[in-house]
């Protein structure tokens, strides 16, 4: 009787965990099977997206699952499953996992393309969202904003993704800590590849951003870690943390043009990440430091060259009781065995000092509390630059502690400390980036340094074998580097470079058709000649316009009555060698009127471009990444550069990079150029103007302010070997003092003055 009783309760126990174990799938191919199967999912069952593209499918996703028996959505085969047009995917239950879904070819009709919330009451925990890619899901307007994730919610994981390519406002990721079930959150975001993001051209284009200013003193614990960013350029923030106790560990920043900054909260870790720039770009940063309590250790700084608010180590000053919004003091932060290879001036304290701009700035924005109780110890610098620094202080470096901190060449006599030590530094390693010292120094033991006792690749820092910097043993750095780890597994990025076509045409109606039909880039060649175009050309790939020969150019005669080119979202164009005519009547260039959802780019070399209307006109929300005019002559036009519909001062601008060099503008009527940004917002620092060579004549007459070159609110200026004669206009160009704007031989000669003016008293933007 025993025996069977035993044999009949081990039969139950098989037949609870074969039921338990057992997986029911679902396969559904339209929204309504997909909304039945969801509505009937029991713990452990699998609803299957059945291969094809859904249009304007907006899930979701309500259920309850269970710890170790999930329920879960999921491509039949990811790759082959792609949600497009408007559409969305909202979660909201305990237990439940989505893999495999791929958004492109659209854009969110709500707040978030993937949300861990339906509504306030309903929201998603204990839930994943898995190897899914968002490609260019990106609004029609660069105004709208929203968000592509949304973290509510506690417990909740965001694993092996590629997200890429937004370029309208509002973070790509954000983590919400409004209400108590959305505090202590312990989110998990890792072995993600987060790909480029464009330039924006103001603020509110961070990739990642965990909490706001209104929460920030509340508990997070996020865990972002093991993560690729690349390229992420939407603004100054690749990762605005603004909440309490959030972890940022072994993730790397790959030629990104920003910052993992520490906005608002305290008490971040900051340990093992690589930040990676190069010989080009002084974009790119690495870490901005804000607030109380952060640890920042482990981390290896390679090849970065930018300053301020983009330094490899920028540390803030404070405001004076600051309210949530604005800058609270850095105090009792950690700065410890981090390397610092080939990267220009490692160290900048009190970024944002501006006691100087007073006359311009209520008090509640004068950023006068110096950092303190700051240890800086145990860090590795090199540097073969013959003009290598460590330090550039705004201010006072008097709460700063140096320990043990070991360069290869001098420091500068001001920031002389016995924690600042020249050595002949030897560095080996396996890569081209990761080096470490073959030297051994005795290292800092500050209070809880024990902690940190490992280095960026996990290896073990013992007694006898610990050492400066962030490693201690043969670097590795396939443990990092090795982008296959990052992303879905399933997905390749396209980011190769593609061959430029190439087509030869002698009339006006091959010309147009060129264009008209081109596919990717494309080169056309126009043969000497003249071609008459009644309709404007429209530029929504990548083209580029020459003459066969360049001592005998084309001649494009444009009657079309609005413009002779028009920019889509993604155009590219290119002129070399040609002439552009047109009535008077219409303009050059123009853009959209809206949903330039997406930045063009103009390049203008050795060009003759004479009678329209104006050079350049814009829409409010088109963005131009790069204008870059070489050798060439405008003349009988009304106006020039039109860059100034982004008036509602807040930090945008309508172009990133302006270069003029070496041409000619005569006869332009009233401003040849208005480049605009409007509002005081100390992290917003650009745009990017330069004006080196050129010569301005006859121009300016009909100005009503009497301005020749408008570059207000324009951070960054270069005014070189410029010539001005015969302008009838008071002021030639106002320029911005305090950011260093300089008049460098300027040629006047009946035309006003280059006024400079040291500050600039603008909106506050918060």
């Not at 992420?232 to 043009?257: M, P, Q, R, Y």
Request: with cysteine; charged share 20%.
């Amino acid at each position: 009787m025993k025996k069977t009783s035993i044999v009949a309760a081990l039969l139950l126990l098989v037949f609870a965990c074969d039921t338990k174990t057992k997986i029911t799938e679902t396969l559904v191919s339209s929204a309504e099977e997909l909304d039945k199967a969801i509505a009937n999912a029991e713990p452990g069952d699998h609803i299957v997206l059945k291969e094809g593209v859904y249009k304007n499918l907006q899930i979701k996703f309500i259920a309850q699952g269970k710890e170790g028996n999930p329920i879960t959505l999921k491509a039949e085969t990811p790759g082959k499953v792609t949600i497009e047009g408007e559409s969305s995917l909202k979660l909201g239950g305990d237990y439940l996992v989505v893999d495999g879904l791929y958004f492109k070819n659209g854009y969110t009709p709500s707040n978030a393309v993937i949300n861990f919330k339906v509504n306030d009451t309903l929201f998603a925990n204990h839930s994943r969202v898995t190897n899914c890619v968002i490609e260019e899901f990106t609004q029609p307007s660069r105004d709208t904003k929203d968000h592509w994730i949304e973290f509510w919610g506690q417990y909740n994981e965001l694993d092996h993704c590629y997200i890429a390519g937004k370029s309208n406002q509002g973070p790509t990721l954000r983590v919400f800590l409004k209400g108590n079930q959305h505090i202590n959150n312990y989110h998990q975001i890792h072995h993600n590849h987060f790909g480029p993001r464009p330039r924006k051209g103001g603020p509110r284009s961070e990739t990642m951003q965990i909490g706001d200013s209104y929460t920030s003193m509340t508990p997070s614990y996020v865990n972002v870690s093991n993560n690729y960013f690349e390229r992420c350029n939407g603004e100054v923030e690749i990762i605005s943390s603004k909440s309490n106790f959030n972890t940022f560990s072994n993730n790397v920043f790959f030629e990104s043009e920003g910052s993992l900054v520490l906005r608002h909260g305290n008490y971040a870790k900051i340990d093992g990440n690589v930040f990676i720039g190069n010989d080009n770009s002084e974009f790119i940063g690495g870490i901005r430091v804000i607030n109380t309590g952060h640890w920042i250790t482990n981390n290896y700084f390679y090849k970065l060259k930018g300053n301020e608010f983009r330094a490899p180590i920028a540390v803030m000053n404070g405001i004076p009781k600051s309210p949530l919004n604005r800058y609270n003091q850095v105090t009792d932060a950690v700065i410890a065995y981090n390397s610092f290879i080939e990267s220009k001036t490692p160290f900048h304290f009190s970024v944002g000092a501006n006691l100087s701009q007073a006359e311009v700035l209520p008090p509640s924005e004068i950023r006068s509390a110096r950092p303190e109780r700051v240890i800086v110890a145990n860090n590795l610098v090199y540097s073969s630059a013959n003009n290598a620094s460590l330090i550039k202080a705004y201010d006072k470096v008097d709460g700063v502690k140096f320990e043990s901190n070991i360069l290869n060449f001098k420091v500068a006599s001001e920031f002389t400390s016995k924690g600042l030590k020249t050595k002949t530094l030897a560095l080996e390693g396996g890569s081209d980036i990761f080096k470490k010292s073959t030297n051994q120094y005795e290292t800092y033991k500050g209070f809880d340094f024990n902690k940190i006792d490992k280095d960026i690749f996990g290896n073990k820092r013992q007694d006898a074998e610990n050492n400066i910097g962030s490693i201690v043993a043969s670097p590795e750095a396939s443990v990092l580097m090795d982008k296959s780890q990052y992303g879905a597994d399933w997905f390749m990025s396209n980011t190769g470079t593609k061959k430029t076509a190439e087509i030869i045409v002698s009339n006006v109606n091959d010309f147009i058709n060129a264009i008209k039909n081109t596919n990717g880039k494309t080169k056309i060649i126009l043969k000497s000649g003249n071609y008459k175009v009644i309709e404007e050309l429209q530029i929504s790939q990548h083209i580029e316009l020459a003459s066969e020969d360049a001592s005998n150019k084309a001649i494009i005669n444009f009657t079309s009555p609005k413009t002779a080119f028009r920019f889509l979202p993604k155009g590219r164009l290119s002129l070399d060698n040609v002439i552009i005519n047109g009535t008077g009547e219409q303009n050059t260039f123009t853009t959209l009127d809206k949903n330039m959802s997406k930045a063009y780019n103009l390049f203008i070399n050795n060009t003759e471009i004479q009678n329209f209307k104006s050079i350049l006109e814009v829409s409010k929300g088109a963005f131009a990444d790069t204008i870059m005019v070489k050798n060439s002559n405008f003349k009988n036009c009304k106006a020039g550069f039109r860059l100034n519909k982004e008036t509602n001062d807040k930090g945008d601008y309508n172009a990133a990079f302006v270069t003029i060099k070496n041409s000619t503008f005569n006869a332009i009527d009233e401003d040849v150029l208005n480049y605009y940004r409007g509002g005081y917002d100390e992290s917003t620092i650009g745009g990017y103007l330069t004006l080196t060579g050129n010569t301005f004549t006859n121009s300016g007459k009909t100005d009503k302010d009497n301005i020749l070159l408008k570059n207000r609110g324009i951070v960054n200026v270069k005014f070189v070997d410029n010539t001005f004669k015969n302008n009838p206009v008071k002021l030639v160009a106002i320029l911005w003092g305090e950011k260093g704007q300089k008049d460098e031989n300027t040629t006047l000669v009946n035309s006003g003055e280059v006024k400079i003016v040291q500050n600039l008293k603008l909106k506050l933007v918060y």
